[in-house]
């Protein structure tokens, strides 16, 4: 049993790794990521949270993730939603959950400080930026 748990991490975290590569594919703004696996009665172990310039960006940035989590992992989403709008799209890897806004909704909702205990990982076009606690 304890082989599979070590496999589930690594695929968690080679969804992580292909959705923040899909959101930089598109240049997705400001990406991160909310490691939330230590926190008790968490939804999921990963947000993954960026941001669009316009409903057309946010579209593209959704597709982009889609396509390379699916290329990199074989992963299928398990649900997603706000593609009609594009303002905030959700994708749901079960255990990552991929929060895609438009910058005035994200403004708005401010994800990153309702988990403020998460560890909160910057990444840009060299990828890890660096973490904060």
């Known amino acids: ?10 695929n968690t975290k080679e969804i992580v790794s292909a959705a923040i590569e899909g959101i930089l594919k ?12 230590a926190l ?4 999921c172990k990963y947000f993954i949270i960026c ?8 579209e ?9 989590v699916r290329e990199e992992t074989g992963e299928k989403v398990w649900h997603k939603e706000g593609l009609e709008n594009a303002t905030w799209v959700l994708l749901d890897y079960a255990d990552v959950v991929v929060h895609i806004f438009q910058n005035e ?3 708005l909702y401010k994800l990153e400080d309702l988990w403020a205990d998460a560890k ?7 990828k890890k930026l ?4």
């Not at 049993?1 to 690594?10: D, F, G, L, P």
């Not at 941001?51 to 946010?58: A, E, F, R, Y």
């Not at 593209?60 to 390379?68: H, I, N, P, Q």
């Not at 660096?130 to 606690?133: A, E, R, T, V």
Request: hydrophobic share 25%.
């Open 60 to 68: 593209a940035l959704a597709d982009s993730v889609l396509e390379t």
């Open 40 to 43: 008790e009665n968490s939804v």
């Open 51 to 58: 941001h669009g310039d316009s409903n057309t960006q946010v």
């Open 26 to 37: 598109k240049k997705g703004k400001d990406p991160v990521s909310l490691d939330l696996s």
């Open 1 to 10: 049993m304890a082989k599979q748990k070590s496999k589930e991490k690594t």
């Open 130 to 133: 660096g973490d904060k606690q």
């Open 105 to 107: 909704y994200r403004s």
């Open 120 to 126: 909160l990982t910057h990444y840009n076009d060299d």
